[in-house]
């Protein structure tokens, strides 16, 4: 799922690729988008971004703003799988709910791209005002709106589910906070307010003891100790900031990178568990005492290296398969030596022979001339007498 670091690579790809562009016409939208027509049609206009938090702010502006329309702003949520591309207007990509098209020949299209449908957009400026302030932009106020706000009831849960709350952590997301998490060895579900608390009073006691400390000096001691609240700021910077790209905007499906510079999250070894809200949590060691009951930590399995694979036998135009499972089961199971045989032959039976009685020999009847059978029935039939014993 996109998070702020996301977000901030989109605006910046778009502020680099679209600033020179002129667009023109209408802003096309697919019948499934998640989002309401845009009323803004213009010959000549700009398009610009500010990413804040899990949200991104388009700017439409006509370049002669004196005859053009007023400018019309767009606020997006990327949901699951949202991103911004630039293609050719002739080869749209799947799933692109919202077009802006260029005056160019032949024409190039901004797209917003979202195979999952759960992003959306609105019209208007605005920001969600259940928000807080960025975690990359605004970290000084952000730091002090969860500061002053341990109170809240919020902070009675564990420490790895307030970290999704948008209202104190506003662009941090599942991976996000699995790798800070896992930099300062915080069980994930100790309570959020413990750990904060800690950390508050840690800032007070710092103060006290040298309140004539250098602001540079003051860079250098959370740069060797950093805290939850400034790894809030400086984790997601490490993935905007990476001299060589992350998390490429035009090629989003492409994670290698990214996936090197994770250190927790889905990394073979780890353990995981579900939180009260059904999402994953990532870690190492002990899970904290609010962990959920009837849960076991499940370890993310070790990637095996692959076997190479016998190569098949080649099968002579005069061995057919079934000829070659016989030559198989045969090489399994080869036949018996001819003493072996005779041994057995002489031994019982098995199976159903050796379930039957042995038949006894009758005894032996003499054979009985024809004639005097003849004889007999003929007797017989006239009652002249009995037939006489053989």
Not at 21 to 30: I, Q
Request: aromatic fraction near 6%; proline fraction near 10%; glycine fraction near 6%.
């Amino acid at each position: 799922m996109p998070e702020c670091p996301e977000l901030h690579l989109a605006g910046r790809f778009i502020n680099g690729a679209c600033g020179a562009l002129v667009f023109a016409g209408g802003v096309e939208r697919s019948a499934v988008g998640r989002g309401p027509e845009v009323p803004f049609r213009s010959e000549a206009y700009g398009i610009s971004a500010l990413a804040r938090g899990k949200e991104l702010r388009l700017t439409l502006s006509a370049l002669d703003a004196a005859a053009g329309p007023p400018a019309q702003d767009l606020v997006f949520r990327f949901g699951m799988s949202g991103s911004f591309r630039l293609c050719p207007a002739a080869e749209l990509p799947r799933h692109a709910h919202l077009r802006f098209l260029t005056r160019e020949s032949p024409p190039r299209a901004l797209c917003f791209v979202d195979p999952r449908r759960f992003g959306s957009w609105r019209l208007g400026d605005a920001w969600q005002p259940e928000r807080g302030p960025c975690v990359v932009s605004e970290y000084q106020a952000f730091r002090e709106n969860v500061l002053k706000n341990l109170d809240d009831r919020a902070f009675d849960k564990p420490i790895c589910e307030v970290l999704l709350n948008q209202k104190y952590f506003n662009g941090i997301g599942n991976y996000l906070r699995a790798e800070i998490l896992f930099r300062l060895k915080i069980p994930p579900f100790e309570k959020a307010r413990t750990v904060l608390e800690a950390l508050k009073e840690q800032e007070e006691e710092r103060r006290k003891k040298d309140p004539s400390l250098t602001l540079s000096k003051k860079v250098k001691l959370k740069q060797e100790n950093p805290d939850l609240l400034e790894l809030c700021h400086t984790v997601p910077m490490e993935v905007i900031t990476a001299e060589k790209p992350l998390l490429d905007p035009e090629h989003s499906d492409n994670y290698a990178a990214f996936k090197n510079w994770l250190q927790c999250y889905l990394v073979p070894g780890m353990s995981s568990l579900r939180d009260r809200n059904g999402r994953t949590i990532w870690f190492q060691g002990e899970p904290g005492p609010m962990a959920p009951k009837g849960q076991r930590p499940r370890k993310t399995p070790r990637k095996k290296s692959p076997q190479p694979k016998a190569e098949p036998e080649a099968l002579s135009p005069e061995v057919t398969p079934r000829a070659l499972k016989r030559r198989r089961r045969a090489g399994a199971n080869p036949p018996k030596a001819e003493e072996e045989k005779e041994k057995e032959a002489d031994g019982p039976k098995k199976g159903r022979a050796r379930r039957r009685r042995k038949a006894t020999a009758a005894p032996a009847v003499p054979e009985v001339p024809p004639s005097v059978r003849r004889s007999l029935r003929t007797s017989a039939r006239r009652g002249k007498g009995t037939a006489p014993a053989v």
